[in-house]
């Protein structure tokens, strides 16, 4: 009874872990609060496994079956990024400790949810609440700066006009498509007034923070996820709410224009077009350096400071200057902004890549194949969000792109699959 007792306890309360964790895992305080929760999730995950060892062994089999491939490759990325942070291109960095600091909280994260998901709609449910509350309480912590420079929106400096930091983009681009699942998934009309107007809110300050990537990732999420509609069986939500969502579009137009009208970064960067801002040049200029080595199949190692290194290099090696060099701590360095899968070549090689595209690869497939058998909208979700920030703005930078949340949307992957086996062994 006590052994019942303490299992239960441990179910419970690892997911309220989990969604503190995701919380302030994408905010850019709460260090502590979100180190403590998730590895005291590991930990009584552990306890699980030591109180009914045979029952979370077959949950752990069960759950790694529903992201079995993708998680295979990503485990071989992981193992192979370690690996080669051991014998970096410079050892003077500490690239395998930064690596296993880096990736050991995904695995950890993976490690708690292939233990705890159980198949309860109310795991399900809360971690949706828990990317919905991260996306909330990031864009507050990116808001209230505006207000205090409104007065500088059309100033004559495009620079001076980004109000809203371009930092946020980053996160419009992983969550806006959950926050669009919101509006139509939660029944209250008063919930979703409030999503609708955060949607909008998210989008101005996506528009005020100047990043075109992020625009273009915005876009393509909004019109998958109006494909997912029309092409299953979601589309009676269309229907029946065409008139809303008809003026709801129109007015949100009418306030893009307004923005685009009274930004000067917002009018500036439009005014760029499908200008590359020096990226192609980027890539002529510093890909045929790391292929004059063979470190273009093994990799630099993790960590930024080994791309800057080797750029510095072979400046000096070659007595040339490389592109968009800027002085940081009197040191040279790069901005990591080639497309993501070619700029992680540098770090982690063809090989590494390989396994980290694969894995991506298969996420795309097993979210897609879900929601074709379920017609469920948060696979619809995943999806979506690992084009949106891989994908899509993937296109235009490595370096403010963070591999770990590949883990997360494998996690979240794996935790609505569980709901799905669940209910058909029901």
Not at 40 to 69: C, G, P, W
Not at 151 to 168: F, H, L, M, V, W
Not at 254 to 274: D, M, N, P, R, T
Request: charge should be positive.
């Amino acid at each position: 009874m006590i052994k019942q007792k303490a299992f239960d306890f441990c179910q419970n309360l690892i997911i309220y872990l989990l969604f503190l964790f995701i919380v302030c895992e994408h905010h850019v305080s709460f260090t502590a609060v979100k180190n403590i929760s998730l590895y005291t999730a590991v930990l009584l995950a552990f306890t699980m496994l030591f109180l009914r060892k045979d029952e979370i062994f077959q949950r752990i089999k069960s759950n790694f079956s529903h992201a079995k491939i993708s998680l295979i490759f990503l485990a071989l990325f992981v193992a192979y990024a370690l690996l080669i942070s051991c014998f970096p291109y410079d050892d003077s960095f500490g690239s395998a400790k930064k690596a296993f600091s880096e990736f050991g909280r995904g695995i950890a994260f993976l490690f708690v949810v292939l233990v705890c998901s159980n198949g309860k709609e109310r795991q399900q449910n809360i971690i949706f609440y828990a990317i919905l509350a991260a996306f909330i309480f990031i864009t507050a912590y990116y808001a209230l700066p505006i207000f205090e420079n409104l007065d500088k929106i059309s100033s004559t400096d495009p620079e001076a006009g980004r109000i809203a930091n371009r930092g946020y983009s980053l996160f419009v681009d992983r969550f806006m498509v959950f926050a669009l699942l919101g509006v139509i998934l939660f029944k209250s009309n008063a919930v979703k007034v409030f999503m609708i107007i955060f949607c909008c809110i998210a989008i101005a300050m996506d528009i005020l923070g100047g990043a075109r990537g992020s625009w273009l990732s915005v876009f393509v999420a909004f019109a998958l996820l109006f494909i997912f509609l029309v092409f299953s069986k979601h589309r009676d939500f269309l229907k029946k709410n065409f008139k809303k969502l008809f003026t709801v579009g129109v007015l949100c137009f009418l306030c893009i224009g307004v923005l685009f009208s009274g930004s000067s970064i917002a009018k500036y960067k439009f005014s760029q077009g499908a200008n590359s801002a020096g990226r192609d040049l980027i890539l002529k200029e510093r890909l045929p350096l790391l292929f004059e080595t063979n470190r273009w199949m093994w990799g630099l190692g993790h960590g930024e400071h080994l791309y800057d290194k080797f750029l510095a290099d072979k400046s000096d090696e070659k007595g040339i200057e490389i592109f968009m060099m800027s002085i940081r701590d009197g040191k040279r360095h790069w901005f990591n902004d080639e497309p993501f899968f070619i700029g992680n070549i540098y770090y982690y090689g063809v090989i590494g890549v390989s396994f980290l595209f694969l894995s991506f690869f298969y996420l795309l497939k097993e979210s897609l194949i879900s929601f074709k058998c379920t017609q469920n909208l948060l696979f619809a979700g995943v999806l979506i969000s690992a084009i949106a920030y891989f994908g899509i703005r993937g296109l235009f930078e490595t370096y403010n792109l963070r591999i770990l949340y590949l883990f997360y949307l494998i996690g979240f992957l794996i935790l609505f699959k569980s709901k799905v086996d669940a209910k058909n062994e029901r």
